[in-house]
């Protein structure tokens, strides 16, 4: 990955705090009592296409949570562009993928236990 210009870096945080605003006041209608937390979100370099990565907590099927995420993408994205019509001329294209950190460093954590 190249370096992010300091734009880019500024853009992926707003839209991280705006996505993560987003998900915790609308996650309730949007996926019930799942929590679905923001990890990063990395913007191409002419900020058309932001890729966030999520985190889910309390889901059991995590593939198909990410799946109806990226259906509503469109919406979620038309909630996102209202909140930075301000800064941004142009709202990017969303793309959710699924941070798997977490699990990563708990199954690491588990393997270590044994």
């Not at 880019?8 to 945080?13: L, T």
């Not at 002419?46 to 296409?49: A, H, P, Q, R, T």
């Given at each position: 990955c190249l370096m992010e210009s300091t734009r880019?870096?500024?853009?992926?945080?707003q839209l991280q705090k705006d996505l993560s605003?987003?998900?915790?006041?609308?996650?309730?209608?949007?996926?019930?009592?799942?929590?679905?937390?923001?990890?990063?979100?990395?913007?191409s370099p002419?900020?058309?296409?932001a890729r966030a990565y999520l985190s889910?907590?309390?889901?059991?099927?995590?593939d198909k949570l990410l799946?109806?995420?990226?259906?509503?993408?469109?919406?979620?994205r038309k909630k996102l562009a209202a909140r930075v019509r301000n800064q941004m001329r142009k709202t990017p294209?969303?793309?959710f993928f699924l941070d798997d950190s977490v699990d990563y460093a708990q199954n690491i954590e588990s393997l270590l236990k044994d």
């Open positions: 880019q870096k500024k853009v992926s945080r605003e987003i998900f915790q006041l609308e996650g309730r209608t949007l996926f019930g009592t799942s929590f679905v937390s923001v990890t990063v979100v990395r913007v002419d900020l058309s296409v889910f907590f309390g889901v059991d099927n995590k799946t109806e995420i990226n259906k509503m993408s469109y919406a979620i294209e969303l793309k």
